[in-house]
Nanobody, 126 residues
């Protein structure tokens, strides 16, 4: 069972950047597709970005495409989310998640992910 711990959230002005990290424990990280989700106050959780277990394929929500980049370092069991050109509407709690299945493709529905981090808060001021 993998455990996930996010870091890197904070307060930033619109147009700024943040880099989120998600550190995983356990030896199976390299077989798990990973994703970032976010949940704004009063809204449902939404998919942000995903990356396959090998790192060879990524997928983004339309709302962040061209501004956010997901990457992973399997040697160090870490997945990242580089967020540039941040907007106030990006304000949310961001969580990383590991797919329930080994060696899966990228899935955007949260119920496909069985392990979640505690979340890190991102606030973008206008």
């Amino acid at each position: 069972q993998v455990q996930l711990v996010e870091s890197g959230g904070g307060l930033v002005q619109a147009g700024g950047s943040l880099r989120l990290s998600c550190a995983a424990s356990g030896g199976i990280f390299g077989r798990l597709t990973m994703a970032w989700f976010r949940q704004a106050l009063g809204k449902e959780r939404e998919f942000v970005a995903g990356i396959t277990y090998s790192g060879g394929t990524t997928y983004y929500a339309d709302s962040v495409k061209g501004r956010f980049t997901i990457s992973r370092d399997n040697a160090n069991n870490t997945v990242y989310l580089q967020m540039n050109s941040l907007k106030p509407e990006d304000t949310a709690v961001y969580s990383c998640a590991a797919d329930r299945r080994f060696l899966s493709g990228i899935r955007t529905v949260s119920t496909n992910y069985g392990t979640w981090g505690q979340g890190t808060e991102v606030t973008v001021s206008s």
